[in-house]
Structures are given as C-alpha cells and as structure tokens.
C-alpha cells in the first residue's frame, strides 16, 4: 500500500511511513514480531518502551540500516520488501528519504560545524560546496546555532551537537525523521534545546518517529503514542490518553518508572 504525501510550501514533501508485518531475529532471538504501524505525512509518533524492547532495531529496519527478515517499509509512495532483490540505487534511494539521529551524534570532530552540515550534502546529493554551505547556513539559523558555523564540534556542547546533528539531518531534505532517544545522553537543561528544535520541527509538518523517554513532549507533540514490550506493539494510541489510563499493566509499570524519575 502506497502512503500519499502531503505538499508543503516551500520544503521537500513530507511522506508518510508505512511498517508492515517486520520481523527480524538476530540469530534464533526474535527482536521484533510482526509490527506494523502507520505513520500519516506530516504527524509525529512516540515509540516507548523497556530497553531492549527492539525499538532501534524496529527505526533501523525504517532505514534499512538493518534488513528486517520479513514485512515491507514504505516511505512515500517507495515499498522495500523484504527477502526481495533489492537493488543498491533503490535502497539508497528509500535511505535517503529517511534522515535518522541518534542519542550519540557522530559529528566528525576534525571538521568545522559548517563542513558536517555541508560535506554530506555534496558526497550523497552532488551539490557544490557553495550551494551545500548555503543551505548548512539556513539550518543552522533554524537550530539557533549560526554563530557556531565556523568551530569544531568539540566546542559545542552536547545539546549544541545534537543540534548540528539535526542540522545534517536535514540538510539532506529528508520527508520523514527517525530519532532515536536524542536527548538521552543530555544533561536535561541542555535536552530542552534539541526538544525545542524537535518541537519546531514537527510544527512544519515533518512525519517523525521519536524514541523517547519525554512523556512530556510525547503527550504534548505526539499524535500517536506506541508502546513496546519484547518485540511487540504492546498498546497504541493517542498519547494523553494511553498515558493516562494505559490498559497493560506493563504500560503501566513502564509509565511510572519514567515519570517517577
Ligand atoms: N546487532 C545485534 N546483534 C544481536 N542482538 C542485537 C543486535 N541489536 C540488537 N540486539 C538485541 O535485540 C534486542 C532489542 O534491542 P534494541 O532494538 O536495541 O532495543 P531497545 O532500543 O528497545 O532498547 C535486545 O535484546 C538486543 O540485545
Ligand atoms: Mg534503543
């Protein structure tokens, strides 16, 4: 089934993302079991749940950066099925419309803010240096980190990092995003800047998928919220809701272990 995307103004049409029937096992240890979930264009769900759940694994199998045994990902109107000859140009080209960050941001150290922002864009997208440093400059301005563009990142902290990280994410014009608890390894007062960008984000109507620990910014920004227990969908739905009366006790037991901390 093809997910119809949603036109905006100015920037890449956003896509909805489409998970059906993933499996995956890492040896004889079956990670994630028949998941499915749908992602409308331009809403943002929460995926929660105990560590090692299989919520990485189940956004890694949304970029493919790990093959799922079974099921298909669709991003747009783009369907991977799995266990099907997939060639390289088009599993680049799902990749590529899926930007994902993760809790440790992987800038490179040895080069300028700007250059993290901009060397992807030229190698993936063959832009020139000066069109890729351009657009490196509008979304550092977005993330409130202009005046950083010349440094390295080990000048930044790490909610600047994970700002630039953002950043490079998106200068690759995404239509979905994959996050993978990015404020995790953040001390909280600087975790409240990247859910700030995040929050922004998801008002210019990015599709986002967001493994959080954030009940605050999932029940405010979430349209849908997603528990995960042992590689299943344990519960679902709308976050104010689940959070409020979970109807698993495993939800409930997850809930107040986060929120008590
Ligand atoms: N590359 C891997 N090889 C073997 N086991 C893995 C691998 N990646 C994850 N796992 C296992 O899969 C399970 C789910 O892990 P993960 O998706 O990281 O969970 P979560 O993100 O919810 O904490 C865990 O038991 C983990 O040990
Ligand atoms: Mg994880």
């Known amino acids: 089934m093809s997910v119809p995307s949603l036109t905006m103004s100015t920037e890449v049409p956003t896509a909805g993302v489409e998970i059906s029937n993933i499996s995956k096992s890492f040896g004889n240890h079956l990670v994630l079991d028949d998941i499915s979930m749908a992602v409308t264009p331009g809403s943002v769900t929460a995926l929660i749940g105990p560590s090692g759940s299989g919520k990485s694994t189940l ?121 993978d608890e990015p404020t995790s390894a953040l001390d909280p007062e600087v975790g409240v800047e990247v859910i700030a960008v995040m929050r922004e984000l998801a008002e210019t109507g990015m599709t986002m998928i967001v493994v959080t620990h954030e009940m605050q910014f999932a029940r405010e920004v979430g349209d849908h919220l997603v528990v995960m227990a042992d590689g299943h969908i344990i519960e679902e739905g709308i976050p104010a809701a689940v959070m409020a009366d979970p109807r698993e006790e495993r939800t409930r037991r997850f809930l107040s272990a986060v929120l008590d901390r």
């Open 59 to 179: 956004l890694r199998c949304v970029n493919l950066l790990e093959k799922p045994d079974r099921g298909t990902i669709t991003v747009g109107s783009q369907t991977i099925e799995a266990g099907s000859r997939v060639s390289d140009r088009d599993l680049l080209a799902l990749r590529r419309q899926v930007g994902m960050v993760f809790q440790s941001f992987n800038l490179f150290p040895h080069f300028t803010v700007l250059r993290n922002i901009a060397f992807p864009q030229e190698r993936i997208l063959g832009r020139s240096r000066e069109e890729a440093e351009e657009r490196a400059m509008v979304l550092l301005d977005r993330v409130g980190l202009r005046e950083k563009a010349g440094q390295h990142p080990g000048r930044c902290s790490g909610g600047q990092q994970q700002r630039i990280a953002i950043a490079r994410a998106l200068a690759l014009d995404p239509r979905a995003m994959l996050f």
